[in-house]
Structure formats: C-alpha cells, structure tokens
T-cell receptor
Framework: DTAVSQTPKYLVTQMGNDKSIKCEQN?????MYWYKQDSKKFLKIMFS???????INETVPNRFSPKSPDKAHLNLHINSLELGDSAVYFC???????????????FGPGTRLTVL | AQTVTQSQPEMSVQEAETVTLSCTYD???????LFWYKQPPSRQMILVIR??????QNATENRFSVNFQKAAKSFSLKISDSQLGDTAMYFC?????????????FGGGTRVLVKP
C-alpha cells in the first residue's frame, strides 16, 4: 500500500565508500525527485526526473548520480562519501501537470545517511 | 532565484488555541504556487495546504487556513483548535508555474509545539 517507498531507511557508512538509495512509487506518477534535508532541517531539491529524463540538476557534486530505470523508480548513487553528505534524503513523486498546474508531491519516508 | 523565509524558528501553543506561522517569499513571477508542508517527528513530509497565486480566495483545509497577501508576498498559515498531533516542523514552499521539473523551494521551517 505504500505510495512512495525508499530503501534503506537508515544507512551508516565510512567516508570514501560508495552507497545507493532506492526509491519506488506505485502512484502512476511520471515525475520523481530527490531532496536533501541537512542537519538544520533545511530542504533543498537535488534532482528531478520526468519520464526517465533528467530535468533538474541543482548544482549537486558529480559524486551524486541519479538513475531512473523506469517511471516508477529513481535511485541515487553516491560515490566517495564525505562527512558533509550526512543528511536525510527524501524521494518524492508527482504528476508533472502542465495546463492544470503542478500536482501534489508525495514524499517517501526519507533515508537518514550518516557518514563516519 | 526565488527565496522563502520563515522568520519564526519555534512556536508553542496551548491545545485548542490558535497559532499563526509566517512565511514571506521573494519572486518576480506572477504565476506560482505556494504550499505548507508538515513534518512530524516521524519525519514524513505531509502536504497541509496549497494556494494558487491567481486565486484571490484564501485556501482552507479543515482547521488549517492561509492568509495570502500577493502584493506583500506573504503566505501565513493559521492552525485553529490546535491538537497534540499538530506538533511538527512546518515548511512553507514555493513553486513557479510551468517550472521545468516542478521544483519546490522551501523555507527554513518553523517548529510548532502543542502543549496539553
């Protein structure tokens, strides 16, 4: 029944490692997003995909590479993890919504990444 | 670039009372959308209310209502008859109409504590 799911919910790893976070939505949406929430709770968009095509890339270091194998999945791979990557990463999805305006973005439960 | 400012880092309110959260934004756009999201301790992001800039009527959702002042670029949220379950972080967010990727720009958040 979960609308937007992310795995894992918690991830603890060492500096320099490579890790992936997976996201899946079963809402039939065509657009998916990654947001980062830092330790001060500030939320900022990282990427947006529409129909598997990247449409937003917000000056994120190229150590972060999103991949969308299909419309229902958007994964985030992070290479050479740094201490500053510690944060909560949220996946979200929505319909793109042109003439009628944007539709609600549904968020996943978040993945808390801790880099030691 | 758009910016969203929430000037109140924390607010507390007695159960059954009313609390108003402030939000101001800076944009040169005429058509846009504004949102309030709630993030309870569970960390799930939940849409509370949405306002289209072209609509003069303020949006309401049960106990939640907004005061949208377009000229002043102000978008405050009023929570009436506060309940313990309203304890959460509240984020104001802005989205440009027709923005590629439906990018949400968030304010820094206001922590609301409802006291019994």
């Amino acid at each position: 029944d979960t609308a937007v799911s992310q795995t894992p919910k918690y991830l603890v790893t060492q500096m320099g490692n490579d890790k992936s976070i997976k996201c899946e939505q079963n809402l039939g949406h065509d657009t998916m997003y990654w947001y980062k929430q830092d330790s001060k709770k500030f939320l900022k968009i990282m990427f947006s995909y529409n129909n598997k095509e990247l449409i937003i890339n917000e000056t994120v270091p190229n150590r972060f590479s999103p991949k969308s194998p299909d419309k229902a999945h958007l994964n985030l791979h992070i290479n050479s993890l740094e201490l500053g990557d510690s944060a909560v990463y949220f996946c979200a999805s929505s319909l793109f919504g042109l003439a009628g305006g944007p539709t609600e973005q549904f968020f996943g439960p978040g993945t808390r990444l801790t880099v030691l | 670039a758009q910016t969203v400012t929430q000037s109140q880092p924390e607010m507390s309110v007695q159960e059954a009372e009313t609390v108003t959260l402030s939000c101001t934004y800076d944009t040169s756009e005429n058509n846009y959308y504004l949102f309030w999201y709630k993030q309870p301790p569970s960390r799930q992001m939940i849409l509370v209310i949405r306002q289209e800039a072209y609509k003069q009527q303020n949006a309401t959702e049960n106990r939640f209502s907004v005061n949208f002042q377009k000229a002043a670029k102000s978008f405050s949220l009023k929570i009436s008859d506060s309940q313990l379950g309203d304890t959460a972080m509240y984020f104001c967010a802005f989205m440009k109409h027709g923005a590629a990727g439906n990018k949400l720009t968030f304010g820094g958040g206001t922590r609301v504590l409802v006291k019994p």
